[in-house]
Structure formats: C-alpha cells, structure tokens
Antibody, heavy 120, light 110 residues
C-alpha cells in the first residue's frame, strides 16, 4: 500500500527557516515524481513544483520559483520542502503527492498534509 | 501559468446529476488528454477520482465520469449522494512535468 507520511504542524516566525518532510513507502521511491501542493486557508490547490527522487531533477511553478527548494533523500525515501525565510503569506496547508507514473503527468496518492503557520 | 477556471459552487438534489466545468487554454487542457479530478472533504487530503480525462482509479464509483471538449474539461456526477458533498479540483498537465490546478468547486447536495 502506497503511503506518504508528512511531518507535523509547524508554528514559525517571519524570517525563520523551515524544512518539512514527506516519507514514502509501499512503492519504488526513485521512479515516481513527488509534487508539493499548497492550500491556503479556504482556498484551492496550487501546484508548487515537483522532484524526481531518482536524479533530483526538479520543476517549479513560476509562482514559487526561488521561494522554496525541493529535495529528496533516496536512502530514506523522503522528500523535503524547504524555506530559508518564511513570510506570513506562507501560512497554509502543504501536501506532498506521488505521481501516477514515471512521467509525472498526474498525481494519485497524497500525504495527510502539514499545516504551516507563520506569525509574529 | 494561470489557474484553470472552475465555477465556485454547484448544487444538486440527491439522485440528480451535476456537471463541473474546468476551463483552461490551448497550452494546457486543450493540448493534452491529461486532466485529472480530485475530491476533497473538509479537513481531508484530496482523493483522485478521474485521471487522463475519463479514467477512474480502482475503487472509484462509476457514478463519476470525465470528459473534455477543446479547452474545457468536465466532471459529471450521476445519481448524487449525500457523501458526494465536497470540494472538487481539476488539474491539467502543462508541459515538462508541470501541472496546474483549477480554483476548486464546492458541491452542495441539497
């Protein structure tokens, strides 16, 4: 059974750094893309970007380019989303999600989400 | 890339059918048969309901059906049930392993 287990909720201050994680199991981690999706309070889903853990190839939405970093550690089947300097506007639920196949054309399985709250 | 356009809300009575539209451009929805739909109940993660325009994952009811015409994709739910009340999000492949979502549609079962 495919499982994506995300790290717990975070409360941070503006300007702080943060790395949240997504641990995968039940499939070959290196041959499917992992996408990150933001959902701001009461809003829709926004595709932030994706990483192919096999070679760490990444793609980013123009809206998030330069704002976050995607990484993956193959040895522990875990993907990460990293901020160097958080803003209040980063307050949202963040989901990781696995691609349907190695092409990255669709998303099928989702993590449970990590709630990030940024407040002074 | 701009978000796909979905109606903010739709509603229907139990047993009825409803259709949710998802309008993109010739660069996304119109270029690829790679539109997916996700159901999201409050407080839960999204769940894949339709992929590649009209394919259903194992376990998804055949009351859910997808289609596409030009730059607009649609999700139709037949025989509405109370448990179908949720938010529905469409998503399209754009290019080079990038995706774009719609703004989401809240379905109310009256």
């Amino acid at each position: 059974e495919v499982q994506l287990v995300q790290s717990g909720a975070e409360v941070k201050k503006p300007g702080e750094s943060l790395k949240i994680s997504c641990k995968a199991s039940g499939y070959t981690f290196t041959t499917y893309w992992i996408a990150w999706v933001r959902q701001m309070p009461g809003k829709g889903l926004e595709w932030m970007g994706t990483i192919y853990p096999g070679d760490s190839d990444t793609r980013s939405s123009p809206s998030f380019q330069g704002q976050v970093t995607f990484s993956a550690d193959k040895s522990i089947s875990t993907a990460y989303l990293h901020w160097t300097s958080l803003k209040a506007s980063d307050t949202a639920m963040y989901y990781c999600a696995k691609s349907l196949d190695s092409s990255g054309h669709d998303i099928d399985s989702w993590g449970q989400g990590t709630l990030v709250t940024v407040s002074s | 890339q701009s978000a796909l356009t979905q109606p903010a809300s739709v509603s229907g009575s139990p047993g009825q059918s409803i259709t949710i539209s998802c309008t993109g451009t010739s660069s996304d929805v119109g270029s690829y048969n790679l539109v997916s739909w996700y159901q999201q109940h409050p407080g839960n993660a999204p769940k894949l309901m339709i992929y590649e325009v009209n394919k259903r994952p194992s376990g998804v009811s055949n009351r859910f059906s997808g289609s596409k015409s030009g730059n607009t994709a649609s999700l139709t739910i037949y025989g509405l049930q109370a448990e179908d009340e949720a938010d529905y999000h469409c998503c399209s492949y754009v290019a080079d392993s990038t995706l774009v979502f719609g703004g989401g549609t809240k379905l109310t079962v009256l």
